[in-house]
């Protein structure tokens, strides 16, 4: 049998989950993160140089991690660059069972995505005899089980996605929408303003608007004030921080301790 999928049976059983958007592409990176106790991570393609391989290595590292006492296994999201079947079909036979896929449009480009991770006669997923995620072919159910397990997440990022939003999470097989805050900033005007009261105000209505229509709502808010506004709003997958980030405002503050003339003003969050 597929392994179960923890995260998609918590967000149908609407329990917020909270993760940790990764950027550094290694596998001992994700190994390290994933026991510290978040029941998600993001582990990102989009705007990294992680590939295919390298995902392998990154997936392999979660699922060795030592978690935290009294947490459970964090589970794995991973972010292809694009919503493209061939992507989809790679990330998923290595075995990747929650896939969060950016700039989603519409209800047409929603229900390829569902297509894409399908098998016929439900989709066009291609099928693969002897992947990771059938256990290289000794899990004999996968075939006929791994819809149940994939969860399916899409990325609501633009004017026109949010003109669609209700039509978006409407379709079949779509689990969960994410809002994401930079691209629709810039789409809205705001960009590098994703903190304006405006734009916070635009998001908390997607998020009571995605809720409406039985889907769950997902953000990533790296300050926690704005992530308790979001989960309070509704949201059910939120990413409160950023490894990158952390490593990189531990590093500034610390050089800056002992090299204060070496200040360089603070980089700003309002990107993320």
């Known amino acids: 049998m597929p392994t179960p999928n923890l995260f998609k049976r918590a967000l149908q ?17 994700s190994e390290l993160i994933a026991g510290s106790g978040f029941d998600w991570l993001l582990l990102d393609t ?16 979660v699922a060795a991690a030592q978690v935290r006492a009294g947490c459970l296994p964090a589970q794995a999201v991973v972010r292809p660059a694009w919503n493209d079947k061939v992507l989809i079909k790679r990330y998923l036979d290595i075995g990747a069972q ?11 480009e929603a229900q390829a995505a569902v297509d894409a991770v399908r098998y016929a006669p439900q989709g066009i ?18 075939v006929a089980k791994a819809a149940e397990e994939i969860c399916l997440l899409v990325q609501v990022e633009t004017r026109e996605a949010l003109d669609n939003l209700e039509a978006i999470a409407s379709v079949d097989g779509v689990d969960g929408v994410f809002i994401g805050p930079a691209d629709l900033s810039a789409s ?10 405006d734009m916070l105000a635009t998001i908390d209505a997607a998020i009571t608007r995605i809720r409406a229509c039985g ?44 090299k204060p003339s070496q200040m360089t003003p603070a980089a700003s969050a309002s990107m993320y």
């Not at 989950?17 to 990764?22: F, T």
């Not at 896939?99 to 519409?106: E, G, I, M, S």
């Not at 809205?188 to 009261?197: E, I, K, V």
């Open 46 to 61: 989009e705007h990294t140089p992680t590939d295919v391989p390298q995902m392998v290595q990154q997936l392999q590292g």
């Open 98 to 108: 929650t896939l969060l896929l950016p700039f989603v449009q519409n209800a047409q």
């Open 13 to 29: 059983a609407g329990q917020s989950q909270i993760g940790l958007w990764s950027t550094l592409p290694s596998p001992y990176v």
């Open 188 to 197: 809205l005007g705001y960009a590098g303003r994703s903190m304006h009261p």
């Open 215 to 258: 889907k769950a709502p997902g953000i990533l808010a790296v300050t926690p004030e704005r992530a308790q506004q979001c989960l309070e709003q509704g949201a059910l997958f939120v990413a409160v921080g950023m490894d990158m980030m952390l490593l990189r405002t531990g590093a500034d503050a610390l050089a800056a301790r002992f």
């Open 125 to 142: 997923r291609g099928m693969g005899g002897s992947m990771r995620a059938s256990n290289f072919g000794r899990d004999e159910t996968y």
